[in-house]
């Protein structure tokens, strides 16, 4: 039923993507564009932007029945050595924290590190493994704002034995606990379902904000490098991309978002 | 998913993953009729584990007054009010697990609780389960009940925390059956806090990371029993490796109270985890709600309990409860004590099946004092 359903989804979003195609305009810009990237920047008024619709994650468990958000507004340039991704998206809530029964509003793009039509959209496969940037508006807010705190939430809480608490999953090196955070984007790679791995080597940036029910994230990352874990682009190339959105107003985290199939995307050579 | 048996449902059932039980089973016996709600356990879990920052609200022990005490709100009703009906053909569970009443999309049946939840971890507290009519407190027995549930993590064969988790981040340790969720691959989905049905899995704010009981494997590395079993001043505890039932060793005082006189039980068995810690259950609670809560033995668990002075060898199984800081892997017993030892057969304890009686005179001559009990 699985394959099925796959094949149907594929075959749909084959349709769907046949009919639009990314364009990574190259701009003559400097790499400070880069460094800090900017959703305002003049720039982005030169650079045509593509629609993608989404789909509710409902390949795997745990599943996302109903879609959350539905499209995202894709804006690409490049200058030849670092490329930058402007992504908009509709989203009545800026959801920036987490507990228990709240979640962050997230966003990330994924490259295939092999050639594209080989690599399984979803995460990935074994021998075909793919590059992952995402965002978190959690992280964006540790970094504008500080980090999270309990008292941020609940800012009555009492407690007198901090001092002899662990933070097990900070001290065990895990990234999402690191109160120390300097870039709102993580970068992964992934060989198929589950195996979600961080680089150990980060070369992405971002930036996000939300304004009027909207978010509007900007990522950025040179061409190539020397990492193995990232995807090497050249001016003139094809590729393809996707796209996953989590509402964190909606409790989407995890295998729980919306995506987009392989999309294709072509770097400007000029 | 994977047949697996299940033999507190006396059945197989579908699982995520293949039946895989470890090399030894971490397992507990609580005797609900001695625990006083004295939250010792409580105290010495919270401040050896959870007293950090994101932790303010984690109980990985606690202890609720039933029926109306929750921790956190509501943890069981909910999950027994979806589950539908939970019927049992004799000693076969006739109803749905949680792994088989999944809804679409979903690995296990669950609910993710709310911050609010975990704000009253004292909600229902010695609340007895009706009214009394007047008068009647003057005419003995009478039908108002209640009890303490002590919980921790179940350390289930089956764990719906491990099923639910699409990293695979959790695991149950081949050594000693311990659940643990691994702080370094956690993401802080929360599926595991969603899933498991007894709600002992907890969502830190600060790590954003999911944690859970660790079965205070430290000491059961060093031969020790965990934390909330060494305070237990009720002496309600006793933890132990469980065999599989037909492996069970009757020298084994886990094994001779749950596979071989079956008087300590599962906690809903019907969800299907085939959790691994084991209660006896409260006498003086109407058969229905313990029928519900601890499955279709428990009539005969209570009988036997009931019956214990008259079999020395249980009554010797139950005093070893809270008798030594060690694991007792081994007992035995003669016509004046119960005698418990390790895993290498060395003597831990040695406990009088009854306590010594001495009468002493009025007067301490040595101390020059009259002895007498102060009230």
Redesign the interface.
Known sequence: MKIIIFLLVFFMMGLSAQAQEIQVKKISVGKEFFEQPNAQADQWSQVPESRVTLLPQ?I??????APTINLVQIKALHNGKWMAIRVEWPDTTDDHQ?????ASDAIAVQFPLKEGDKTSPFMGSKDAPVGIMQWKA?WQHDIDKGY???TD??PN?F?E??R???????????S??RQQRKSPVEEYVAGG??T?TVQPHQDALASGSWLNGKWVVVFARPLKNSDKNDPRFSAGDKSVIAFAVWEGGH?N???RKNYAMWMPIVFEKK | MAPVKNWQLDRNMEYSYEENRPKKQLAYVFDTNKCIACQTCTVACKTTWTSGEGQEAMFWNNVETKPYGFYPTAWDVKILDQLGSQEWNDKTYAGKTVFEAAPPGERVLGYLPGDSDYANPNLGEDEIAGTLDQGAFFQGVHNAWMFYLARICNHCTYPACLAACPRKAIYKREEDGVVLIDQSRCRGYKECVKACPYKKTFFNMVTRTSEKCIGCYPLLEKGEQPRCVQTCIGKIRLQGWLSKPEEAQPDNPLDYIVHIKKVALPLYPQYGTEPNVYYIPPIQVPRDFLLQMFGPHSDEAIKTYKAVKEDPKLLAAFLLFGSSPKTITKFDYNEKEAIGFNENNEELVRVPLIEPFFERDFFDAKLEVYRHNTP
């Open positions: 409902n795997t468990t745990p599943s996302l029945l987490v507990t228990t029964d709240q959690l999270q705190k309990v939430i609940y809480t407690y034995t901090y002899f608490g662990i933070k097990a999953a900070e001290e065990a090196g895990n999402v606990s379902f589950g979600l409790k985290v995890g295998a």
